[in-house]
């Protein structure tokens, strides 16, 4: 059930909320303002070290050695937090991977950590995302 609550603000921050919300083609203030609360939640969660999910993305140099072993044995030790993994050989020399993964956002945010961290690890993020438990 949708519930109806006003907001002040003043002018100014008002004009630069709708300039805002145009950039990012919302259709309308309530829908942006809905995001911007769940986004918020989602924040609260990893600081809070909730149970969270997101995707670590990784582009890697695919000659440098012993690397992919590195990488698929860093998923193995915490399998019980990758819900899927993707391989995707870019090109000659590099290779793009996508892990899904979900657990405690220590543990998780950590595994990014660690993965990003490695040698031969070109472009490294986390993009720190919910379970959709908490987000109604
Ligand atoms: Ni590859």
Known sequence: MLKRFSISLEE?????FDRFIALRTYSNRSEAIRDLIRKGFVQEAWEADKEVAGVITLVYDHHRY???EK???LQHELHHHIISSMHVHMDHDNCLE???VRGKARKVQNLAEQLIALRGVKDGHLSMSSTGDHLR
């Open 12 to 16: 100014k921050l008002l004009a630069e």
């Open 66 to 68: 012993q690397l992919q």
């Open 71 to 73: 990488i698929t044995e």
């Open 98 to 100: 996508v892990i899904v």
